[in-house]
């Protein structure tokens, strides 16, 4: 059973490690903090990977109900969609929206960048790729289903407590993200027949190197959006989506894509998370030391992860052809 339930216990710890600890956000002495996030995080990116392989909605279900997650934390757990600051950021001078009531720049950030694309699309990548001969299947059974709904719920009630002062959002708000939420589920869970254009599709190499300078314009000028400006910052932002969009959309309807290509997405998403760590100020108080020793034990455990996973679907390769 425990070799069968593996890469969902994998999955469930690697998404709060690579979307807050290997990211940056939050130093080594938070490791505790997994109690809480590891149910929300873990929880919500397998049920949306096990949603879209039961449903047989495959990599396009995932990377759309990977903004309904995205939605549902930002919108009604930490509720900084929508609040005038957070962390100490005052976003009503961030490309503020009026009457919508929402920072432009916040939203094509944290909802992107952030979450879509590092705490849930780059995990989900990843230990399927572990696990080659069981990437498109589901990895949990009904109880285990059901138990992962349990855990993002209790997930997100903890990470709800953390800040009872945060930010209330209004009932037009809260049915707003609930209606958003519901749409992308609907549109996500259904089978689809993937089209085939001609061509052969980009080895793994190229498609690494397109993601990994992806996320190094997303992440730098998200970290020089003073000096840029946050309206260019966010054109900046829905620029990178949509060239990355129809570039993988392209890619992936042609001949030759498969596993290594997406391992080869995530694995760019998890290495620009491992740079950037070092760029980041963690959300919380640390020592520099232990901050920097954090961030360094994170890298090297993020490359040698991948590492390993990539020798593996070498090996596979290898095997089959």
Known sequence: MLKRVAPAIGLFFLSPLAGEFLLGNLPITMLPALVALAPLYGGGALLIRELARRTG???PGIVLLAPAYALIEEGLVTRSLFAPS???????????IPGVEMSAWWASFVLGGVHVAGSVCAPI???????????SEPW???PGLVGAGVLFVLGAVMASAFDPGAYVPSVAQVVGVLVAVALLAFVALRRRT?????????????VLGCSMAAGAVFWLANLASGAIGAWPTV??????????CALVV????RSGWGLRQTFALGAGSMLTYAWHGFLQPPAVPAAPAADLVGNAVFAVAAVALLAVIAARL???VMELS
């Open 194 to 206: 993937a089209g085939t254009d001609a061509g052969q599709a980009p080895g793994p190499w190229p």
């Open 140 to 142: 949990l059974r009904v």
């Open 314 to 316: 070498r090996t596979s």
């Open 250 to 253: 392209r890619w992936s309807r």
């Open 86 to 96: 957070f962390a100490g950021m005052d976003l009503t001078a961030q490309a503020w």
């Open 235 to 244: 054109a900046i932002n829905l620029v990178v989506y949509a060239v990355v």
């Open 125 to 135: 990548a990843v230990m399927e790729a572990l696990v080659p001969a069981r990437a």
């Open 57 to 59: 909605a495959g990599w």
